[in-house]
C-alpha cells in the first residue's frame, strides 16, 4: 500500500461541504447529535492506510516524520475530529512500547494496530486527574491488579491494554506498567469496562472506566522494568501532544473557513451607506477575522516547527512540546471566540441556518482537545519549573541544526524517540538560535536587512528585546519564590515567545520559498502573527493590534479562494462550493 498524502486523503473522503457525503460535514453534525461513533469514516481511512502513520516501518506501519504526518491528520480532522481517536488512540501505547516494550510485547501491539485495532492506555484516575503520583490502582503482593482507571480512550473496544498501576509507595519510581489482554482479563471476571461520562463535544467517541477488581496479572505482562511505568507515560505523552495539534488545528480551519464563507456572502447596512456592504468588510467584523486569522497563522507555524523539531532536538521536548501545544490550543481557543462573534446568532443555533449546527460541533470539539491530555494549567506546570535554569543556559544554536529544524525543503533526520527526556538538556535552542542570526540583541538588525515592511521589522526587535529580558525575569522568579502564581506566569509568557521566535525562524529559513501562499520572502503572515504572539505574550488583547494582523485574513482568505489548506506549505483541498 502506497504512503497516503493530505492530498490523498481529501481526494478519499471528498468534499466536507457535500450534504450528501457520508464523510461530510452534514454527516458530522449528525453523528454529533446522536452521540454516534464515526464507524464508516474511520473504516474509510483505516482501508486506506491512515492508521499506519503513525506506525515505524519495522512494525508494519508507514511514519516518515511528523510535520507529513500532522498535516495528514488535519485534514481528516477538520471534517471530524472524532477520526483521531477513531484510529490513532493506539499512538501512546505504541510509544510506550517502542520505548521500554520487550520483542514480543511490541509483536503484539503491531499486529493489533497495523489491522487497525485497537490497544488503550490506562493512566489517569478520576478522583486524582493530572495529579499523577497520588495514583491508587495497584499491583498487590500477590500479583492482582486492584482499582479503577478513567478516560481510557478505545477502553470499551481495545484488545489490550497498557495500564500504570502502583506497585511502590511514593514519588515517581513507585509505578510500573503493564501489557493486558482485555478479552482475557474479562473472561477471568478481573476487568469490568463501562463507558466514562459522556463529553460535551467529540460525542460518540469511546472513553471507558476500567475497574480491576484482583485480576491476576502474569509475570510477562511487565513492560520494561519495575519502576519506570510512570517515567515511559510521561516521555511518550511528548508525541501525543504533537498529533493533538493536529486536531485543534482541523477544528480551527473549518471554523475559520465556515465564518469567511458567511461574513463574505453576508450584505449588511454600514453607516450611511446602502445595505449591500460584505460583512467582512466592515471594519469590526474585518478585525475579528483578522485576529482569528492571525491566532491560526501562528498556530499553524508553531505546530509545523515542534512537528520538525522532535526529529532534530528531541532532548528539549519536555519543554518544547507542553509550549506548543499551550499556545496552538490557546490561540485556537482565541479563534473560536472570534469567530463565534462574526457569526452572532449563527454561532448558538443547532439547526435552520446553514453551518451553524457544525460550528457548535468545533466549538465543543476544540474545548475537548484543549484539555484531552493535560489541562492548560496543568500543561504549563507540567514545565514551569525548567525555565528558570532553561533561560540561564548560554548556547548558540548551530545554523545546521536552525536550517533541518526551519527550513521546510530540509531533509528531517528520523524520529529517535529513545532520545526524549523528562527534562530539557541544553540550551533553548529557538531562543537561543537568536544568536545564529547575530545575538538576541543584534537579531532584529539581521532580519531587518531582509525585511521590507518596517512594521514587521519594529515587531521583530521587540521580540528581540523581550527575548533579552525573559533571563532577568526568570532570574527574579526563582531568587523571589512568593508568589505561587509567578512561575505559571513565566511559563506562558515563555511560551507565546518562544511561538514568536519560532515564526521568525520559519520566515528566515524559507525566505526563498512561498508561505502561506505569498511570494517568496513576504511578510505580511509574519507581521500578523507577531503582532497575536506579542499581544499574547503581554496579556493584551490582541484586537488592539487591529493594523498588523490584517495580512493574516488576506492571506487565510486568499487560501480559501484557491482551494488551499490553512497552512504554511500548498496542500489542496477537496472541491468546495
Known sequence: MSALTPEGVEELLGNPEDPGNPYGFAAAVARDEADAHPDELCQALVSAGFHLNYLPEEWGGAFGSFDRSLTLVRAAARRDVNVMPGTMFGIIAATCLQLHGDEEQRRRVAEILTRGGSVGFALTEAEHGSDLLAGEVRLDEGGRLYGEKWMVGNGLRCEAVYVVARTGERGPGAFSAYLLD????????????????????????????????GLPVPEDALVGKAGEGLEVAILAQQAVRLMSMAGSLGCADSALRLTLGFAGGRRVTEGRRAAGTPLDRTPHARRELAVASAALVAADAVALA????????????????????????????????????????????????????????????????????????????????????????????????????????????????????????????????????GGAARAAGAVH????????????????????????????????????????????????????????????????RSLYGG???????????????????????????????????????????????????????????
Not at 455 to 478: K, N
Not at 479 to 507: I, M
Not at 520 to 542: E, I, K, N
Open 519 to 577: 511570494e517568496p520572502g513576504a511578510s505580511g503572515w509574519l507581521r500578523a502573527a507577531l503582532a497575536f504572539l506579542l499581544a499574547r505574550a503581554d496579556g493584551v488583547d490582541p484586537r488592539r493590534c487591529g493594523p498588523d494582523l490584517l495580512p493574516a485574513v488576506d492571506a487565510v482568505s486568499a487560501l480559501r479562494e484557491n482551494g488551499l489548506l490553512f497552512t504554511a506549505a500548498p496542500v489542496r483541498v477537496a472541491a468546495e462550493s
Open 306 to 437: 515542534a512537528a520538525r523539531g522532535v526529529h532534530v532536538v528531541p532532548e528539549v521536548f519536555s519543554v518544547w512540546a507542553l509550549a506548543a501545544k499551550h499556545v496552538v490550543a490557546e490561540a485556537g481557543d482565541e479563534l473560536m471566540r472570534r469567530c463565534a462573534g462574526v457569526l452572532a446568532t449563527r454561532s448558538v443555533l443547532r439547526e435552520q441556518a446553514p453551518g451553524s449546527g457544525l460550528f457548535q460541533k468545533l466549538q465543543r470539539d476544540a474545548a475537548v482537545v484543549r484539555v484531552i491530555d493535560a489541562s492548560p494549567l496543568a500543561n504549563l506546570r507540567a514545565y514551569a519549573a525548567q525555565i528558570p535554569t532553561l533561560l540561564t543556559r548560554d548556547g548558540v544554536t548551530e545554523p545546521d541544526t536552525l536550517r533541518r529544524i526551519f527550513a521546510l525543503d530540509a531533509e528531517l533526520p528520523p524520529y529517535e524517540p529513545t532520545r526524549l527526556d523528562l527534562v530539557a538538556r541544553g540550551a533553548d535552542p529557538v531562543l537561543g538560535g537568536l544568536g545564529g542570526l
Open 182 to 213: 482485555t478479552a482475557e482479563a474479562e473472561r477471568r471476571g478481573g476487568l469490568v469496562r463501562e463507558p466514562a461520562p459522556r463529553t460535551g463535544g467529540m460525542r460518540g467517541i469511546d472513553t471507558a472506566r476500567l475497574r480491576f477488581t
Open 449 to 512: 536587512a531582509e525585511l521590507t515592511d518596517p512594521r514587521a521589522a519594529a515587531l521583530v526587535r521587540r521580540l528581540a528585546d523581550a527575548v533579552a529580558e525573559l533571563g532577568p525575569e526568570a532570574a527574579s522568579v526563582r531568587r523571589s519564590g512568593a508568589d505561587p502564581n509567578a512561575l505559571v506566569d513565566l511559563a506562558e509568557r515563555y511560551a507565546w515567545l518562544h511561538a514568536a521566535a519560532v515564526c521568525v525562524h520559519l520566515w528566515w529559513a524559507n525566505r526563498h
